[in-house]
Nanobody
Framework: QVQLVESGGGLVQAGGSLRLSCAAS????????MGWFRQAPGKEREFVAA????????YYADSAKGRSTISRDNAKNMVYLQMRNVKPEDTAVYYC??????????????????????WGQGTQVTVSS
């Protein structure tokens, strides 16, 4: 079992940067693909970025490409989401999630929340204009 705790959210001005962190418990962290999702008020949860077990493969939502970077440190059981040039529409609760190493994860480009079995509680990101 993996427990996930996000941090790093807060209030940031448009155009600024933010780095979200996700700390994972458990010895098997490196066996999971990791993803970041977000949910804005009144909207469905949406995919942001994902990274494979060893960090070789990454996927990004179109909204995140060029502005976000996902990374992980398996030695520290951490996954990160660096966000740059943030916009008011990035305002949301951000969640990290862990997915078993299945073919379905790759087939869906890491973007299907149904492929993730462990979720954190989320961290609020608010971007002011």
């Amino acid at each position: 079992q993996v427990q996930l705790v996000e941090s790093g959210g807060g209030l940031v001005q448009a155009g600024g940067s933010l780095r979200l962190s996700c700390a994972a418990s458990g010895r098997t962290f490196s066996s999971y693909h990791m993803g970041w999702f977000r949910q804005a008020p009144g909207k469905e949860r949406e995919f942001v970025a994902a990274m494979s077990q060893r960090g070789v493969t990454t996927y990004y939502a179109d909204s995140a490409k060029g502005r976000s970077t996902i990374s992980r440190d398996n030695a520290k059981n951490m996954v990160y989401l660096q966000m740059r040039n943030v916009k008011p529409e990035d305002t949301a609760v951000y969640y990290c999630a862990a997915s078993p190493a299945t073919n379905a994860w790759r087939e869906t480009g890491g973007a299907s929340d149904g492929e993730y079995v462990y979720w954190g509680q989320g961290t609020q990101v608010t971007v002011s204009s």
